[in-house]
């Protein structure tokens, strides 16, 4: 069994700032991969940023220069810092881990709101 809790979403107004958590407890073998998606309604769930076990990372161009990804292997989380949001960041922010296994987990989500 594995769990990803995931938190730090919440209501922002445009060009504020979040921190999103992720922690990834059980049975897991060996993180590789850690990332964060988010789905707005009646959108495609999407890749935001992920991170690799040799510190690698992705963005997608909409959120590059805004959001940063780290981890902490000791603590098996997660983090996205999100800086200068934007009403169109809005969205269902879901963590996701694949472990040496290939096997793919998803936390929750967190809703993240950007609204003046």
């Known amino acids: 069994q594995v769990q990803l809790v995931e938190s730090g979403g919440g209501l922002v107004q445009p060009g504020g700032s979040l921190r999103l958590s992720c922690a990834a407890s059980?049975?897991?073998?060996?993180?590789?991969?850690m990332g964060w998606y988010r789905q707005a309604p009646g959108k495609q769930r999407d890749l935001v940023a992920a991170i690799t076990r040799d510190s690698s990372t992705n963005y997608a161009d909409s959120v590059k220069g805004r959001f940063t990804i780290s981890r902490d292997d000791a603590k098996n989380t997660v983090y996205l810092q999100m800086n200068s949001l934007k009403p169109e960041d809005t969205a269902v922010y879901y963590c996701?881990?694949?472990?040496?296994?290939?096997?793919?987990?998803w936390g929750q989500g967190t809703q993240v709101t950007v609204s003046s």
């Open positions: 996701n881990v694949i472990d040496r296994t290939s096997t793919s987990y």
């Open positions: 059980g049975s897991i073998f060996s993180i590789y991969t």
